[in-house]
C-alpha cells in the first residue's frame, strides 16, 4: 500500500471515529478535517466531487424527478419494511413543533439546504466518499465497499431517529451517492438531499408525521 493510501485509510478512520463517537458536531469536524486535507495536499474542492455540470438545469429537473420517485418508494417500501422488521418507528420527534408552524418549516428548509444538504454531501458524499476510494483497492468492490461504509457512518449520523431512522438515512445516502456518479458531480446529490429534506418538511408542516404507508 502506498503512502497516499495509507494517509486516506487514516483520514477514513479518524472520520469514522469522529461519527461514530458523535464528537461535538460531526459534520462540522468532517468539514473541517476535509479543508485541512485539501489545504495539505494542495488540491481544490474539485476533487471532492464539486465540479460543475454542463447542463445544470437540465441535471436539477431530472434529480428533481429521481427524489420523488425516491421519496415515493421509501414510503410504499423501505419504510414499512425497515418498520416492520424492527418492530419500531422512525423517531421524528425532534420535528414535533413543526406541524403548521411555517417561521420553523422555512427555517429547518433554510438550514436542511446549508448544513444539511450542502455541508452532509461534502462531508459525507465528497470527502469520506473519496478518501474511501483511494484506501481501497480499485474496481467495483472497491465502490461497493466505499458507498456502503460511507452510507453507514452517514446513517449512524442520525442515530437520534432510531434504528429505523438510521436505515433510512442510509438507504438515502446510497441514491445520492448513486446521483452522484449518475451525473459526475457532486451537486447533484446536494440537490437531491435538499429536494429530500424540502419534501419531508413541507408535508410535516402539513399533515404532521408520516410513517410507512402499511
Request: glycine share 10%.
Amino acid at each position: 500500500m502506498d503512502r497516499r493510501r495509507w494517509v486516506s485509510g487514516a483520514e477514513v478512520a479518524l472520520g469514522a471515529i469522529v461519527v461514530l463517537l458523535d464528537v461535538l458536531l460531526p459534520t462540522l469536524v468532517l468539514l473541517l478535517m476535509a479543508s485541512v486535507s485539501l489545504a495539505v495536499r494542495r488540491v481544490g474542492p474539485a476533487t471532492l466531487g464539486l465540479v460543475r455540470s454542463a447542463h445544470p438545469a437540465r441535471m436539477a429537473v431530472e434529480v428533481l424527478g429521481w427524489t420523488v420517485a425516491w421519496t415515493l418508494l421509501e414510503l410504499a417500501l423501505v419504510i414499512p419494511v425497515a418498520e416492520h422488521l424492527t418492530g419500531r418507528r422512525q423517531d421524528v420527534s425532534e420535528f414535533a413543533e413543526l406541524q403548521g408552524n411555517l417561521g420553523l418549516t422555512l427555517a429547518l428548509i433554510g438550514l436542511s439546504w446549508t448544513l444539511a444538504a450542502v455541508g452532509e454531501e461534502v462531508a459525507y458524499r465528497g470527502y469520506l466518499l473519496t478518501r474511501m476510494r483511494e484506501a481501497l483497492p480499485a474496481g467495483n468492490l472497491g465502490v461497493v465497499t466505499a458507498v456502503l461504509a460511507s452510507a453507514v457512518l452517514f446513517g449512524m449520523a442520525h442515530t437520534e431517529q432510531g434504528v429505523v431512522g438510521v436505515l433510512v438515512t442510509a438507504a438515502d445516502a446510497v441514491v445520492f451517492t448513486a446521483l452522484r456518479y449518475r451525473y459526475r458531480t457532486l451537486w447533484a446529490s446536494v440537490l437531491a438531499h435538499g429536494y429530500n429534506n424540502t419534501i419531508g418538511l413541507t408535508a410535516y408542516f402539513l399533515v404532521g408525521p408520516i410513517h410507512g404507508l402499511w
